[in-house]
Structure formats: structure tokens, C-alpha cells
């Protein structure tokens, strides 16, 4: 299974971007997808997650309200739309898949990991 993000760039503060990540193979619909970013000199951190259907989501507390985690699985793509951005938003975003049943928050959690988009946030 190979991961590739794409839609970072350079923003103000205010702005909107929308992260994609493509993912391989044909068992896309069968994977809990999941953000998670990681700022320099910082840990990776959960962003948001999504089920299998696209019927379950949830966020970390900083970015709910302003980011939307959305998946096609016809098209084996998984989104990001990230809205009202934040300096404190500037990161390396990276898409990620588990075969876990349940949506899952923690990195340790996840089998497949893209290589990660920057996303920089201008004040």
C-alpha cells in the first residue's frame, strides 16, 4: 500500500487549503484513513480520522470547527480541507491507513504512512 499527499503550500493566516492523499491498491474502503502533522522540533500529532464509509469522523480539539476530513472511495482519495488557518497550523501534513476496525488517534495505531505535504502559515 503506498500514500501520496499532495496540497500543501505557503498561506495567510485566514486562508483555506485542501490536502489530498491518494492511496494504492483495492482495499482503500476497507482503511480507517487518519491526518496527523508535525511541526519542527515536535512530536507527530492526530488531526483528524475518518471510517471506512466516511460516516465517522473525529478531530483533535485544535483543529475542530475549521478542518474537514472527507474520503472517495471510488477514487481512493482521502481530503483535508483546513479552513480559518493558524500560524500555529505550519507542519508537515502527513495522510496515513490502518486496517485497524475503529477510528484510532495514536501514530503507533497506523500500518501505512505517506510521505507528508508542508503546509506553512504566514501571519
Known amino acids: 500500500v503506498q500514500l501520496q499527499a499532495s496540497g500543501g503550500g505557503l498561506v495567510q493566516a485566514g486562508g483555506s487549503l485542501r490536502l489530498s492523499c491518494v492511496v494504492s491498491?483495492?482495499?482503500?474502503?476497507?482503511?480507517?484513513m487518519g491526518w496527523f502533522r508535525q511541526a519542527p522540533g515536535k512530536e507527530r500529532e492526530f488531526v483528524a480520522t475518518?471510517?471506512?464509509?466516511?460516516?465517522?469522523?473525529y478531530y483533535a480539539d485544535s483543529v475542530k470547527g475549521r478542518f474537514t476530513i472527507s474520503r472517495d472511495n471510488a477514487k481512493n482519495m482521502v481530503y483535508l480541507q483546513m479552513n480559518n488557518l493558524k500560524p500555529e497550523d505550519t507542519a508537515v501534513y502527513y495522510c496515513?491507513?490502518?486496517?485497524?476496525?475503529?477510528?484510532?488517534?495514536?501514530?503507533?495505531?497506523?500500518?501505512?504512512w505517506g510521505q507528508g505535504t508542508l503546509v506553512t502559515v504566514s501571519s
Open positions: 496515513a491507513a490502518t486496517r485497524r476496525p475503529a477510528l484510532q488517534i495514536k501514530v503507533n495505531d497506523y500500518d501505512y
Open positions: 475518518i471510517s471506512p464509509s466516511g460516516a465517522s469522523t
Open positions: 491498491g483495492r482495499t482503500f474502503s476497507t482503511y480507517v
